[in-house]
């Protein structure tokens, strides 16, 4: 397996007082063991040898913020391999479902269960695969933090583009983790604050705009100032997404803990009012959500 521990030993052996140059990434310490999950180690198992892995998104953001697991147990990792490959070796441990789809990119899913809770590992590929031949281990580093560094800069929001080393919250020897964070996620976490990378990144994807609505509502976080203001004048971005992904996510809104919340923050940036207004098949029931949650706030 290409060793990573340089990698990190690099970050680790850093004094608190030397200052990051542009091409470094601020950096956290923090424990290892509030990453870990049981079925972790059957992960370890899955992966080829000579791959890397890494945990990214949600999984990482509600570990910082402490925020309850729940039934419902969702990860999102980054291998250098073949995500199905891992997601087939890992069904044979552990059993459960596979299907893949497309999101940002291509992604292997597993899905089991364990009495009441349920699991969904997601893999998606990062692509090493063109690393210059004869790289010495430094240059291997560089190579794969770069590559690491392009696809945690092409998400959404901050909060969910902190990555961690799968290798380092692994097992229960994991003592000290560190975030993979070059946009700045943590201290957004920290000042509850949904900001997003780049306006580029939504306008790519304008769907990410009603998600940044429904990540606030569902973490009690506010929403950058700047971002709202974009989305009130750029709301019709939305008419060029699929229409099976408005719905989903605003299903998500519907369905997410504080529904209302969610339903508010959405209808006073425009969004709501541009869903009721462009859906078709579903336009009567949005229309009958949209009256009753009328008599809440309106």
Known sequence: MLSFEGFLQKIFSKKKEEKLTEEEFGYTYIHGLIFYNTYFDAVAKALPKGSLCFIVGGWVRDRIINRPIGKNIDVDFLVTTSPMEVVKNLKAIVGGSIFQFEKEKTV??????????????????????????????????????????EDLLSRDFTINAIAVNFDDTSGLSASQTVLIDPSGGFKDIQE?????????????????MIRGYRIASDLDFDVDKDFDRFVRKNVNLLKDSPKERIR??????????????????????????????????????LRKVEEVLKKKFI
């Open 108 to 149: 292997a899913t597993l899905i089991f269960e364990e009495g009441e809770y349920k699991y969904r590992f997601d893999f998606s590929y990062l692509d090493i695969s063109d690393m210059p031949e004869n790289s010495d281990f430094e240059e291997k580093e560089n190579f794969i933090y770069q590559k690491l560094k």
């Open 192 to 208: 509850g604050i949904i900001r997003p990378i780049s306006y580029e990144n939504i306008k790519k994807d304008p769907v990410r």
């Open 248 to 285: 989903d996510e605003f299903l998500k809104v519907i369905n997410s803990e504080d529904g209302y919340k969610g339903i508010r923050l959405i209808k006073e940036c425009g969004i709501l009012d541009f869903i009721t207004r462009n859906s078709t098949d579903d336009i009567e029931i």
